[in-house]
């Protein structure tokens, strides 16, 4: 899913995500991966440690996307209906904030 999104600034994941191929696609285009390296790593990689700290606001608004049935069980299975839901979703979750 990641592909269907245009290019952000930041990818901000969690360690189950440190490997070097999703690396190299987020660097090819033009997204600063914040991974941090996992413990038994050989090479460590630098990582933004503030940005890495500021990912459970994105955690929270996922944990609130999933009180929404249809988007915790990916009810709908065309891409962009499946993103105007989240978006529905988020945008009502945000209002009654």
Same mark, same amino acid.
């Given at each position: 899913?990641? =592909?269907? @999104? #245009?290019?952000?600034?930041? *990818? &901000? $994941?969690?360690?189950?995500y =440190?490997? @070097? #191929?999703?690396?190299?696609? *987020? &660097? $090819?285009?033009?997204?600063?991966?914040?991974? #941090?390296?996992?413990?038994?790593?050989?090479?460590?990689?630098?990582?933004?440690?503030t940005?890495?700290?500021?990912?459970?606001?994105?955690?929270?608004?996922?944990?609130?996307?999933?009180?929404w049935r249809?988007?915790?069980?990916?009810?709908?299975?065309?891409?962009?209906?499946?993103?105007?839901?989240?978006?529905?979703?988020?945008t009502?979750?945000?209002?009654?904030?």
């Open positions: 899913m990641i =592909d269907a @999104l #245009p290019p952000s600034a930041e *990818l &901000v $994941a969690d360690k189950a =440190d490997s @070097l #191929p999703l690396r190299t696609w *987020l &660097v $090819a285009r033009g997204t600063t991966p914040v991974i #941090p390296p996992r413990k038994n790593s050989r090479k460590p990689w630098p990582y933004n440690k940005a890495y700290r500021q990912r459970n606001v994105i955690e929270r608004m996922f944990c609130r996307l999933k009180d249809r988007i915790a069980t990916r009810f709908d299975r065309n891409l962009h209906t499946f993103f105007s839901a989240v978006a529905l979703a988020a009502v979750t945000w209002w009654l904030n």
